[in-house]
C-alpha cells in the first residue's frame, strides 16, 4: 500500500512538509508594502498650538466684528455691565426685555446673562447668549450705585431682596434717548439751514 494520498501520510511527514515551505518563504525576498506620507498637519498653520482656542477666536471675531460686547461684558473694562446693573437686550425676533443683571457667564462664545424683572407682579428671569445671532443689541440703563460684593445676586430672587419691577426706570431712559435724539435731529437740521441761507 502506498503513502500518496494526503489522508494517509504519517505525522513526520507533516512535519516535513510544513518545514520546507517555511523555509521556502523565507529565502523568498519580502514584498515591500506601499507606505504613503501623513497629509500635513493642519496645526502646523496655526499661530498657536491650541486649536479649540483658535477656532473660539474665530467665532467671536464673526459674531461680534466690532469688539463692543466682547468689551461690555470683559473684566477689565471699568464701564463695563456688571451684576447689579440694569440692562436691556433688544432681540432681532420678539420684543426687548429689560432686567437687574444677576449673574454674568464668562464662556467665549457661550456667554450669557441672567436678568431678572418683575412682570405683573411675577418674577422673571432670563438667559441672554450675550453673542447669539438673535441679541441686537445690549444696553446699560442704570448702573447699580455700589459695587456688587458677589459675583451671582441670587439673593435677590427673595422678597425681601427683590427690586422690583425696572419698567419705570426703562421707560425713562428712553424718553432721555428720544429727546437726545430729537435735540441731535434739531440741531442738525438748524446747522442745515444756517449753511443755506449763507449760500
Known amino acids: 500500500m502506498s503513502l500518496s494520498t494526503p489522508s494517509m501520510r504519517p505525522l513526520g511527514r507533516w512535519k516535513g512538509l510544513l518545514r520546507r515551505a517555511r523555509q521556502v518563504k523565507l529565502s523568498q525576498p519580502h514584498k515591500r508594502i506601499k507606505t504613503y506620507p501623513p497629509p500635513p498637519s493642519q496645526l502646523a498653520t496655526l499661530p498657536s498650538k491650541d486649536a ?13 466684528p466690532t469688539g463692543a460686547r466682547t468689551a461690555l461684558f470683559s473684566r477689565t473694562n471699568r464701564e463695563g455691565a456688571k451684576v447689579g446693573d440694569v440692562l436691556l437686550v433688544r432681540l432681532k425676533n420678539g420684543d426687548p426685555f ?9 464662556r467665549g462664545v457661550d456667554s450669557g446673562i441672567l436678568l431678572r424683572n418683575t412682570l405683573t407682579r411675577v418674577g422673571v428671569e432670563m438667559w441672554f447668549k450675550i453673542y447669539s445671532p438673535n441679541v441686537e443689541a445690549v444696553e446699560v440703563v442704570q448702573r447699580r450705585a455700589k459695587r456688587a460684593r458677589r459675583a451671582r445676586l ?7 431682596h427683590d427690586p422690583g419691577s425696572v419698567q419705570g426706570i426703562v421707560q425713562q431712559y428712553q424718553r432721555q434717548r428720544a429727546m437726545l435724539r430729537s435735540g441731535e435731529r434739531a440741531a442738525g437740521s438748524d446747522g442745515k439751514a444756517k449753511k443755506g441761507k449763507r449760500r
Open 52 to 64: 479649540v482656542a483658535h477656532v473660539t477666536a474665530l467665532q467671536l471675531r464673526t459674531l461680534d
Open 98 to 106: 429689560a432686567g437687574t443683571c444677576l449673574n454674568i457667564r464668562r
Open 154 to 160: 441670587y439673593y435677590m430672587r427673595k422678597p425681601e
